[in-house]
């Protein structure tokens, strides 16, 4: 009997200045479907230590900022989640913010983070 393939669906945290052009994209996770442990769980604190690396570096950019929370809208196979360049046609919105300061984004931001770490977070209301 052959096992289902797993399938994985993409978080991500996209940040652009307000006049466009995006500015970083913090992967939050990779979610196996079901489960929210292991490989997932390392992801998140990637994002964390990516978002604590990469807020300071926008110091310099011009404001205001626009951030989007974006997830894949149906599951695909870790291949395809893992490459963004394919699976950026599927992301869509799940949060959107406008015209933010740089201290309104970075607490955004970390809120989202804070929020997507809990463990009834598969579904975030956002």
């Not at 052959?2 to 979610?31: C, E, H, N, Q, T």
Request: net charge neutral; with cysteine.
């Amino acid at each position: 009997m052959l096992k289902p393939r797993p399938k994985i669906r993409p978080r991500r945290v996209r940040v652009r200045r307000s006049a466009g052009g995006d500015v970083l994209v913090i992967r939050v996770a990779d979610f196996p479907e079901g489960d929210r442990t292991g490989d997932a769980a390392l992801a998140w604190r990637e994002a964390w230590f990516h978002t604590w690396v990469c807020l300071p570096d926008l110091l310099d950019e011009p404001g205001p900022f626009e951030l989007a929370v974006e997830e894949c809208a149906v599951p695909v196979p870790p291949e395809v989640g893992w490459d963004d360049e394919a699976c950026a046609t599927l992301m869509r919105p799940t949060l959107l913010k406008r015209d933010l300061t740089l201290g309104q984004l970075g607490s955004a931001v970390l809120r989202y983070l804070r929020k997507s770490r809990g463990p009834l977070a598969v579904d975030i209301p956002l």
